[in-house]
């Protein structure tokens, strides 16, 4: 998550947010956040508009948490609210890490089954499978084409 995206759930400023974390950087180690490079923001987009330079819109580069840096935040902002928003975030991390692992579940036991019966059931078994593969649809261009 980037930190502005975080600041408005801790109902904090951006700034604010970014001076606890450089406050406290022995708490996030790269596996917990980093800096988005200049690489990484060449072609910034965002929901209202586009950004292809850092100097629009962006006086810093952001920074992006993963779910233990999400969860650090709330020792360093240390405020009711940061408690409240850290507990509803790790519960959408471990919603979304049971999700996935279900999905696997499905598909070992499905293989699991075809495995175990013959060729008769071939068919119900690939259609199965053809559900649970997500399509890869090319995505539309967007804009004016000549």
Known sequence: MLDRDLAGLYE???AQLKRQVKRNIERFPEDFMFILSKKELENWRCQFGTS??????LRYRPMAFT????????????SK???QVNIQIMRTFTK?????MTHK????KIEDMERKYDQQFKVVFDAIKQLLT????????IGFHT
């Not at 292809?52 to 819109?57: D, F, P, T």
């Not at 779910?67 to 240390?78: H, I, K, P, T, W």
Request: proline letters at 5%; aromatic letters at 0%.
């Open 12 to 14: 904090v400023e951006t």
């Open 134 to 141: 997500p399509s890869e649809k090319p995505k539309r261009q």
């Open 96 to 100: 979304i890490r049971e999700i996935i």
């Open 52 to 57: 292809n330079s850092i100097k629009i819109g």
């Open 67 to 78: 779910e233990q840096g999400v969860a650090m935040l709330s020792s360093v902002l240390n």
């Open 81 to 83: 609210r940061a408690i």
């Open 105 to 108: 579940d499905l598909q070992r």
